[in-house]
C-alpha cells in the first residue's frame, strides 16, 4: 500500500510540474523588462471615464423632447423631436453628433428623421454614385440583342396560325 501512495504521489507531483506554465524569455528581453510590458498592456485595459460636461434634458408633456450634453473626451450629442401623427404640428426628430476620431479628425452628422425617413448629412458619409449613371456598353448591347429575338419571334408567330388540340379522355 505504501509503495503505490508513493507512486500517486509522484504522478500527482509530475503532472503538476509538467502542467506549469512555460515561460520562454529567449527573445532577448530580462524578466523585469517582460513583467513591465505585461503591467503596461493591462494597465491600457482598464476603462478610462470622462466627465459629463453638459447635460441637459427637456420633456415637457405631449411627447415632445430634447437632450443636449458633451463629455470631457469631446462627444457631443444635441437631439429634439416631437411625437408623430400630432395635429398641424412638425414632427419626426432632428440632431446632431460629433466626437473625435483617433487621427485627431472631429467627425460630425446632422440628422433629420420624419414622414421623408431618415436623412443623415456628413461629410463622413459615403456618396452614392450619380444617377443615373451611364450604362455601360455590353449592357446595352445585351438589351438590343434581347430586342431583335423578341422581335424575330413576334414575326415568326403572327405569320403562322398555331392551332391547339387538347387530347381529353
Not at 509538467?18 to 517582460?34: H, I
Not at 463629455?71 to 466626437?99: C, D, K, M, Y
Not at 461629410?123 to 449592357?139: K, R
Request: aromatic share 10%; with cysteine; hydrophobic share 35%.
Amino acid at each position: 500500500k505504501a509503495s503505490n501512495m508513493k507512486t500517486i504521489a509522484f504522478s500527482c507531483l509530475f503532472a503538476l510540474a509538467f502542467a506549469r506554465p512555460q515561460n520562454n524569455y529567449n527573445d532577448g528581453n530580462s524578466v523585469q523588462e517582460v513583467t513591465a510590458a505585461r503591467s503596461s498592456s493591462v494597465s491600457s485595459q482598464i476603462p478610462i471615464f470622462h466627465n459629463i460636461l453638459r447635460d441637459d434634458r427637456i420633456n415637457p408633456e405631449g411627447g415632445s423632447y430634447s437632450f443636449d450634453f458633451e463629455t470631457s473626451n469631446g462627444i457631443v450629442r444635441q437631439e429634439a423631436g416631437s411625437a408623430l401623427n400630432v395635429a398641424n404640428a412638425p414632427t419626426g426628430q432632428q440632431g446632431s453628433v460629433s466626437f473625435p476620431l483617433p487621427n485627431g479628425e472631429i467627425f460630425t452628422l446632422k440628422f433629420v428623421a420624419n414622414e421623408n425617413g431618415y436623412q443623415p448629412e456628413s461629410p463622413f458619409l459615403p456618396v452614392a454614385p450619380e444617377f443615373p449613371h451611364p450604362i455601360p456598353q455590353f449592357v446595352l448591347d445585351q438589351i438590343a440583342f434581347a430586342e431583335q429575338q423578341k422581335a424575330e419571334q413576334a414575326r415568326s408567330t403572327s405569320g403562322s396560325e398555331q392551332s391547339v388540340t387538347y387530347n381529353v379522355q
